[in-house]
């Protein structure tokens, strides 16, 4: 039937009311907000940063060969294989040996292989052998070695990255990968740029070790912030990787901006147990490679909490702090390609986009009326309720609008006018053969249901996979196209033919013009 039972009106305006309240949020003022929900702009419309950053492996690589020194050499000794000139070389591990086939056959084996682990899982090497001469080998990571321990870092540097963009309070920040080894950053709205460019270009390795003159591990010499230098030693006493929490804090007795922060339960028995061992001596707390700060031990600490002080502002201690509680960088990152995007250019693009928007909708507005007279201004009518339901949506979801979304939003006017069109266009055809008005309303919206349903829903699946697949600005169109879809539905066979029933149940024959 073209009429609605009351209780279905009363559900239809509920769920329009309900969803425009949505929308009326995007215009409370700051002092004094509702619902903290709003539709969110993006990079292109309200400005801010872009960048692309890129991985540096090699140092991960050197480590993990570094790693493999150990096991290769037991797996010689074990099997009473000769070796001599063996040498660590930044991404290699050159010896010689007498007995290579033997050697060869034990490195290949696929039972209990410690050095290559991924034979037995995946039948691929982690390491491979090249000769150099007939007793002299070269030992490497093979392609899918070093795809691994790449894609693992870029894995790592991502979720990194994302931690440390999410506690400086970056709204709606993109990122995303880009091929084999680039991170890509948006940052809507960033206002201080230079300090996410500092924070990222940290890769926060902390650890802590003693000071001291004799070490059987060696020494290092660092130079400590106020030009001090040291001699520490290479053992390293406590890594980052014990750290649990840090808090940018204040010291009771100088005031001065500290870094707090606690260990898990294997650091305070490594910390605990190293301060205990070592009251007296000066322990080095060092950030890559630099050293922060370098206290005495005066008691042992056992408690599992700590203090780094140095002459920090309070900002360079929230940010330390920020940057030991996300974890370090498994590699370092560099920028290699850096945007920014100025608030008048998206001003501009706000302006342009709406403007294109008033035409369109002016000229639909004009074309529907002339077109089908009272019946183009209901289509009008749920055409900007159309409008209202879809950034209410847009706004309950706190999705970002883009330059895209806004073509979007375009698209979807020009998509709901469609449907309009196509069901009037059909009512005219049964009104030429039907002898009753509402019966051919009635028809004419059964028929169109299905050339109208096929039309949207053909569009819609090719939103979902734009944005299953698409990034970026594809999927702030995606997400627009996809929304507008529905609110067209809804606002045609539901608003557009409710309002349709009143007119037609209250008219007489023949004065119905369509």
């Known amino acids: 039937m073209l009429n609605f039972s009351k209780i279905n009106v009363f559900i239809i305006y509920l769920i329009f009311l309900a969803v425009s309240f949505f929308s009326l949020l995007n215009f409370q003022s700051k002092d004094n907000l509702l619902i ?28 993990r060969i ?96 994302r931690r440390r963009i999410d506690d400086v309070g970056t709204k709606e920040p993109t990122i995303l990968q880009r091929g084999e080894k680039r991170i890509l950053v948006e940052l809507p709205g960033l206002k201080d740029p230079e300090r996410i460019k500092n924070l990222l270009g940290k890769t926060a390795q902390l650890n802590f070790r003693l000071v001291s003159e004799n070490e059987e591990f060696g020494i290092d010499k660092l130079v400590t912030p106020i030009g001090e230098e040291l001699n520490v030693s290479k053992r390293v006493i406590m890594s980052g990787e014990n750290l649990i929490d840090a808090q940018p804090n204040f010291n009771n007795q100088s005031n001065q901006p500290t870094v707090s922060f606690t ?37 042992p600490i056992t408690s599992g909490n700590g203090m780094i002080s140095g002459n920090f502002s309070f900002q360079e201690a929230t940010d330390l702090a920020l940057l030991l509680r996300s974890g370090a960088l498994p590699t ?66 706190e999705a970002t609008l883009t330059l895209p979304g806004i073509a979007g939003i375009i698209l979807t006017v020009g998509m709901a006018v469609d449907a309009n069109v196509l069901i009037f266009e059909r009512i005219k055809e049964e009104l030429k053969t039907e002898k009753s008005i509402i019966h051919a309303f009635d028809i004419g919206y059964s028929k169109a249901k299905i050339t109208v349903l096929d039309a949207n829903i053909t569009t819609l699946i090719a939103a979902i996979i734009l944005f299953s697949f698409g990034s970026g600005p594809v999927k702030g169109f995606a997400i627009t196209l996809g929304i507008g879809i529905i609110t067209t539905l809804f606002s045609a066979y539901f608003l557009a033919r409710h309002l349709t029933s009143l007119i037609v149940l209250n008219k007489k024959e023949g004065e119905i013009n369509l």
């Open 36 to 63: 903290e929900k709003k539709v969110n702009l993006g990079l292109d419309l309200q400005g801010g940063s872009y960048l692309l950053l890129e991985i540096d492996s090699n140092p991960l690589i050197k480590d």
């Open 66 to 161: 570094q790693s493999k020194v150990i096991p290769i050499k037991k797996l010689l000794n074990e099997n009473n294989l000769k070796y001599s000139n063996f040498e660590i070389n930044e991404k290699t591990i050159v010896f010689s040996i007498d007995d290579l086939e033997k050697f060869k056959f034990k490195f290949f084996s696929k039972k209990d292989n410690l050095l290559n682990p991924y034979i037995v899982n995946y039948n691929s090497f982690e390491l491979d052998i090249k000769e150099l001469d007939k007793d002299k080998i070269e030992i490497s990571f093979s392609k899918y070695g070093l795809l691994t321990i790449n894609n693992s870092a870029l894995k790592q540097s991502i979720e990194i990255v």
């Open 332 to 397: 370092p990152l560099s920028i290699v390609e850096e945007r920014t995007v100025g608030p008048d250019l998206g001003e501009d693009s706000i302006r342009s986009g709406i403007i294109s928007l008033i035409i369109g909708f002016t000229l639909v507005i004009l074309f529907m009326i002339f077109k089908y007279k009272i019946f183009g201004l209901i289509a009008n009518l749920t055409l900007i309720a159309n409008l209202v339901m879809l950034i209410g949506i847009l706004t309950l979801l």
């Open 263 to 299: 260990l898990d339960r294997l650091g305070a028995q490594k910390f605990g147990r190293a301060t205990t061992d070592n009251v007296g001596k000066r322990l080095a707390i060092i950030l890559d490679g630099k050293i922060v700060s370098a206290p005495s031990i005066n008691e």
